[in-house]
């Protein structure tokens, strides 16, 4: 299997030759039109994605889109379209549930994918249909970019001059609140399709994944989307709870099986590129090793040998990984369920306008589904709660399924208490709610696919042009109610690198904005601790390549931290030497443990105000890697201290400076909530 897995990929030339001959289209394209846009903004990171989006998808085949969605409406009498900026699956799944909603109103709605849209000039036409009504659910990706699907919204909301008066709109927007630019893109569409004219049906709703954004959609849907809908449109809900299925299973038309291919059938043993999210490369794992020496945590270093893949980094950029469920979870949930792990199954949608024509690749085996596709460990929903209370037969669970699914302060208390505070999955779900015999279909159907997971790349290609490192710390825990409970991807990373005979890992490359200055004279500021390191070390890397080719080097001056000198320092060895050979100028720890009074970098870095101050006069750069909900929000806010103080300004000229730093790419940020 793994050999066959492993199966060198050869392109021919017909095969070259048509490749070739997309990706010139799709970068002649892009030129054209980047000349004809140049006052849109499409940054360059926004070309890498699409291009990559295009190429994968000229080698995947595709149902044929039905790019005018008002004809569509028009023919189907569905009067509610529901587009969804999605990249991780939230917002696609919170749109479909919108979208079915919708017969309870006496309404018909579907959700749809932006990327599927060829002309939104069309929008305009939407007045012609009665009680119409577009919604758009809008995830914000990296610095308040558009998702990868969305970005021709985000283009067309850019350039048009469109007039939309007379289209019906709602925004939701999701984000984290921890970050700069918190509900970016929501926002912005938000703002534009009132400038068009159109009409803003209710307030924007605002998702915060540092909180809870299922409740923030729940209470927005319920409380403010639904009530506007009513009101506009003079309609009601009948109160009645369907459970509205948007899929059926069907019988396997077809004898390929997929077994955990992303799209592309048995691409994990016919390899060929490019390489992407849909289309990932099996890396051979050269290297594990742990970087810590106590034994409550455990510090990961790998090493992934892509040199037969084409595929090319920089420093600062993520390599993705596919990750598997594990093996044991999988046949909990199988046996909870009482199917055939191995049973063949296809879930086909009962729209047959609808270009999604299956939730993840089918036929497959229901193993494969939840081993491969579906998210079998994080919490279930309060929506997935309320439709397995129909499949309840002991009335308390029922009841409790039910009060877990509503507003009620008693049912949010009861949710936050069995779900959150106790970390359940679904597979824990049911196994403390034995009553509960949910069809295995319909589960494969409510819970959300298995996503891809980021890791900073902590090596340079300079030195290192095919091997990607990765440095991650395990997850492993214990709730409260003495579960124990694994990181999906980085126990599957642990665990293929300890396998006899399965030592590759499902990845492709992530372009990343986190870039040193062009000028390598321009001196720098990194702050990391712990595996916020990971992108330094590349960056080191990449300054000692400049070293040897005496290149001018700007100073470098790194603020590292972690727990205890003597167990966490990860790549000390390597350090030192930087610090030693000169590639490292100014070197400051935090040890948080390693005296009475817990230190951090934020506290390093107030302590070197003036030699900070001193590099930020010559212009260096900042880059913070790392927790974003603490640390660097405690470093943002010394940075301006700093830049009040050293720089005698006001509140406001410290936080503009601060701001004009942002804005040139002189203070970037690679961090995680």
Same mark, same amino acid.
């Given at each position: &299997?793994?050999?066959?897995?492993?199966?060198?990929? $050869?392109?021919?030339?017909?095969?070259?030759?048509?490749?070739?001959?997309?990706?010139?289209?799709?970068?002649?394209?892009?030129?054209?039109?980047?000349?004809?846009?140049?006052?849109?903004?499409?940054?360059?990171?926004?070309?890498?994605?699409?291009?990559?989006?295009?190429?994968?998808?000229?080698?995947?085949?595709?149902?044929?889109?039905?790019?005018?969605?008002?004809?569509?409406?028009?023919?189907?009498?569905?009067?509610?379209?529901?587009?969804?900026?999605?990249? $991780?699956?939230?917002?696609?799944?919170?749109?479909?549930?919108?979208?079915?909603?919708? %017969?309870?109103?006496?309404?018909?709605?579907?959700?749809?994918?932006?990327?599927?849209?060829?002309?939104?000039?069309?929008?305009?036409?939407?007045?012609? %249909?009665?009680?119409?009504?577009?919604?758009?659910?809008?995830?914000?990706?990296?610095?308040?970019?558009?998702?990868?699907?969305?970005?021709?919204?985000?283009?067309?909301?850019?350039?048009? !001059?469109? !007039?939309?008066?007379?289209?019906?709109?709602?925004?939701?927007?999701?984000?984290?609140?921890?970050?700069?630019?918190?509900?970016?893109?929501?926002?912005?569409? !938000?703002?534009?399709?009132?400038?068009?004219?159109?009409?803003?049906?209710?307030?924007?709703?605002?998702?915060?994944?540092?909180?809870?954004?299922?409740?923030?959609?729940?209470?927005?849907?319920?409380?403010?989307?639904?009530?506007?809908?009513?009101?506009?449109?003079?309609?009601?809900?009948?109160?009645?709870?369907?459970?509205?299925?948007?899929?059926?299973?069907?019988?396997? $038309?077809?004898?390929?099986?997929?077994?955990?291919?992303?799209?592309?059938?048995?691409?994990?043993?016919?390899?060929?590129?490019?390489?992407?999210?849909?289309?990932?490369?099996?890396?051979?794992?050269?290297?594990?090793?742990?970087?810590?020496?106590?034994?409550?945590?455990?510090?990961?270093?790998?090493?992934?040998?892509?040199?037969?893949?084409?595929?090319?980094?920089?420093?600062?950029?993520?390599?993705?990984?596919?990750?598997?469920?594990?093996?044991?979870?999988?046949?909990?949930?199988?046996?909870?369920?009482?199917?055939?792990?191995?049973?063949?199954?296809?879930?086909?949608?009962?729209?047959?306008?609808?270009?999604?024509?299956?939730?993840?690749?089918?036929? +497959?085996?229901?193993?494969?589904?939840?081993?491969?596709?579906?998210?079998?460990?994080?919490?279930?929903? $309060?929506?997935?709660?309320?439709?397995?209370?129909?499949?309840?037969?002991?009335?308390?669970?029922?009841?409790?399924? %039910?009060?877990?699914?509503?507003? +009620?302060?008693?049912?949010?208390?009861?949710?936050?208490?069995?779900?959150?505070?106790?970390?359940?999955?679904?597979?824990?779900?049911?196994?403390?709610?034995?009553?509960?015999?949910?069809?295995?279909?319909?589960?494969?159907?409510?819970?959300?696919?298995?996503?891809?997971?980021?890791?900073?790349?902590?090596?340079?290609?300079?030195?290192?042009?095919?091997?990607?490192?990765?440095?991650?710390?395990?997850?492993?825990?214990?709730?409260?109610?003495?579960?124990?409970?694994?990181?999906?991807?980085?126990?599957?990373?642990?665990?293929?690198?300890?396998?006899?005979?399965?030592?590759?890992?499902?990845?492709?490359?992530?372009?990343?904005?986190?870039?040193?200055?062009?000028?390598?004279?321009?001196?720098?500021?990194?702050?990391?601790?712990?595996?916020?390191?990971?992108?330094?070390?590349?960056?080191?890397?990449?300054?000692?390549?400049? &070293?040897?080719?005496?290149?001018?080097?700007?100073?470098?001056?790194?603020?590292?931290?972690?727990?205890?000198?003597?167990?966490?320092?990860?790549?000390?060895?390597?350090?030192?030497?930087?610090?030693?050979?000169?590639?490292?100028?100014?070197?400051?720890?935090?040890?948080?443990?390693?005296?009475?009074?817990?230190?951090?970098?934020?506290?390093?870095?107030?302590?070197?105000?003036?030699?900070?101050?001193?590099?930020?006069?010559?212009?260096?750069?900042?880059?913070?890697?790392?927790?974003?909900?603490?640390?660097?929000?405690?470093?943002?806010?010394?940075?301006?201290?700093?830049?009040?103080?050293?720089?005698?300004?006001?509140?406001?000229?410290?936080?503009?400076?601060?701001?004009?730093?942002?804005?040139?790419?002189?203070?970037?940020?690679?961090?995680?909530?």
């Amino acid at each position: &299997m793994d050999d066959e897995m492993r199966a060198a990929f $050869t392109v021919g030339k017909t095969e070259f030759f048509v490749l070739s001959a997309l990706a010139g289209f799709a970068i002649a394209y892009f030129v054209m039109r980047r000349r004809n846009t140049a006052n849109v903004g499409l940054s360059q990171q926004d070309l890498d994605r699409l291009l990559q989006r295009r190429q994968i998808q000229g080698a995947i085949p595709k149902k044929q889109t039905d790019a005018n969605f008002v004809e569509k409406m028009k023919r189907t009498g569905k009067n509610i379209v529901v587009f969804y900026g999605s990249q $991780t699956g939230t917002a696609e799944d919170f749109a479909g549930r919108l979208a079915k909603q919708a %017969i309870k109103f006496g309404m018909k709605g579907f959700a749809s994918d932006p990327e599927d849209v060829n002309d939104w000039d069309v929008l305009t036409e939407m007045k012609e %249909i009665e009680k119409s009504l577009a919604v758009f659910v809008l995830a914000t990706y990296g610095e308040g970019e558009p998702t990868d699907n969305a970005i021709s919204l985000n283009d067309w909301l850019k350039e048009t !001059d469109a !007039d939309l008066s007379g289209l019906n709109f709602c925004v939701f927007a999701l984000g984290n609140r921890t970050y700069e630019h918190f509900n970016a893109m929501g926002k912005f569409a !938000d703002t534009y399709f009132e400038k068009l004219g159109a009409t803003r049906l209710c307030q924007l709703g605002m998702g915060d994944d540092d909180q809870n954004i299922e409740d923030d959609f729940v209470q927005w849907q319920d409380n403010v989307f639904w009530p506007a809908v009513c009101d506009h449109f003079k309609v009601e809900s009948d109160g009645v709870f369907r459970s509205v299925r948007q899929y059926e299973l069907s019988p396997p $038309t077809s004898e390929k099986v997929f077994s955990g291919e992303p799209a592309r059938f048995q691409s994990y043993h016919n390899q060929r590129p490019p390489f992407e999210a849909k289309n990932p490369y099996l890396a051979p794992i050269v290297t594990e090793r742990k970087l810590n020496s106590n034994a409550d945590r455990y510090i990961m270093h790998l090493e992934l040998d892509i040199g037969d893949s084409k595929m090319r980094y920089d420093a600062g950029d993520h390599v993705a990984i596919l990750p598997s469920n594990q093996p044991e979870e999988v046949e909990k949930l199988i046996n909870f369920l009482r199917v055939d792990g191995d049973e063949v199954f296809s879930l086909n949608n009962v729209d047959p306008d609808d270009n999604k024509v299956h939730p993840f690749p089918c036929p +497959t085996t229901y193993r494969a589904a939840f081993m491969y596709y579906l998210d079998i460990t994080s919490h279930p929903t $309060t929506h997935v709660c309320r439709e397995l209370a129909e499949y309840a037969e002991d009335e308390t669970e029922k009841a409790n399924l %039910i009060s877990m699914s509503s507003n +009620t302060p008693e049912g949010k208390s009861l949710y936050l208490e069995f779900i959150k505070r106790d970390d359940r999955s679904i597979v824990a779900l049911l196994e403390s709610m034995t009553s509960v015999r949910v069809a295995a279909d319909h589960l494969c159907e409510l819970l959300p696919r298995l996503q891809v997971r980021y890791y900073s790349i902590s090596s340079s290609a300079k030195l290192l042009p095919k091997h990607v490192h990765i440095t991650a710390a395990l997850v492993n825990y214990e709730t409260p109610w003495k579960r124990q409970v694994k990181g999906v991807c980085t126990q599957f990373m642990l665990d293929k690198a300890g396998s006899d005979d399965s030592k590759y890992l499902p990845c492709y490359i992530r372009k990343s904005q986190f870039r040193l200055p062009m000028k390598s004279s321009v001196p720098i500021i990194l702050i990391g601790p712990g595996t916020g390191f990971a992108p330094f070390r590349g960056f080191l890397q990449e300054k000692q390549f400049q &070293m040897e080719q005496e290149k001018p080097r700007g100073d470098v001056m790194l603020f590292y931290g972690c727990r205890r000198k003597e167990e966490d320092f990860i790549y000390r060895d390597e350090v030192e030497a930087w610090v030693e050979s000169g590639v490292i100028t100014h070197l400051f720890t935090a040890f948080s443990r390693d005296q009475e009074s817990k230190v951090y970098v934020q506290h390093r870095l107030a302590e070197n105000a003036s030699l900070v101050w001193d590099y930020l006069s010559r212009g260096a750069h900042v880059y913070v890697c790392g927790d974003a909900k603490n640390m660097a929000r405690d470093v943002n806010d010394c940075f301006h201290r700093i830049i009040k103080e050293q720089g005698s300004l006001t509140e406001d000229q410290a936080a503009q400076y601060l701001k004009n730093m942002s804005n040139k790419g002189r203070y970037s940020q690679d961090v995680w909530s």
